[in-house]
């Protein structure tokens, strides 16, 4: 059973414009969530990441909300640009008690001119 | 760039064969991680370590075994190669304290 999922497999999105990328999870116990990025022939680099103590976590055009009652979180890429092509995946963990995170499948974004 | 570094970075393997990929860290961090990324599946754990010799299952772990004799590198072994086994394979490591894994450049391996 998919504890983390992202269910759009691809985005398609205009250049300039907001990207949306989105994540649920279904284990109550995960209180810490990543974001990775992944180009083709590359490993993943880890984005951004939140804890569940917050509902919002920023840094430059990048922003992670969390919305812990429907157990969502989103990435929202602003203004989008021609390199945030890529897959992006979601991951989660429990603080202080495991040493694993589990990614979801990822979602393609293609940022169009 | 994390320190880390797989090899081979591209393998073509038959079907049956003993195959050992390697990962290697500069960063003397406690954690490393094998994944292995399909279409479909995203990434999924094969195995981790958390120190030398200290080793435990991922949720695909079957048909693998890994060997960590010193920290700087953690070694993934597929005793009989299958085709099911054709794959993209990262290793990932992460220090103590700290929840962000961070990615080798990644060993496509293909079993015909």
């Known amino acids: 059973d998919q504890q983390v999922k992202q269910n759009s497999p691809s985005l398609s999105v205009q250049e300039g414009r907001i990207s949306i990328l989105n994540c649920d999870y279904t284990n109550s116990m995960f209180d810490y969530f990543l974001w990775y990025k992944k180009y083709p022939a590359e490993g993943p680099t880890f984005l951004i990441s939140?804890?569940?103590?917050?509902d919002k976590n920023e840094d430059g055009r990048f922003t992670v909300f969390l919305n812990k009652s429907a157990k969502h979180l989103s990435l929202h890429i602003v203004p989008s640009q021609p390199g945030d092509s890529a897959v992006y995946f979601c991951?989660?963990?429990?603080?202080?008690?495991?040493?694993?995170?589990?990614f979801g499948k990822g979602t393609r974004l293609h940022i169009l001119p | 760039d994390a320190g880390i570094t797989q090899s081979p970075r591209h393998k073509v393997t038959e079907t049956g064969t003993p195959v050992t990929l390697r990962c290697h860290q500069t960063?003397?961090?406690?954690?490393m991680y094998w994944y292995r990324q399909d279409p479909g599946h995203g990434l999924r754990l094969i195995h981790y370590?958390?120190?030398?010799?200290?080793?435990d299952k991922g949720e695909v772990s079957d048909g693998y075994s890994v060997s960590r004799s010193k920290t700087e590198d953690f070694l993934l072994t597929l005793e009989s190669a299958t085709s099911s086994q054709t794959s993209v394979y990262f290793c990932?490591?992460?220090?103590?304290?700290?929840?962000?894994?961070?990615f080798g450049p990644g060993t496509r391996l293909t079993v015909t």
């Open positions: 990932a490591i992460k220090d103590v304290g700290g929840y962000e894994q961070y």
């Open positions: 939140i804890s569940s103590i917050k």
């Open positions: 991951a989660a963990t429990v603080m202080n008690r495991d040493d694993k995170i589990i």
């Open positions: 960063e003397n961090h406690r954690y």
């Open positions: 370590s958390y120190g030398v010799k200290d080793t």
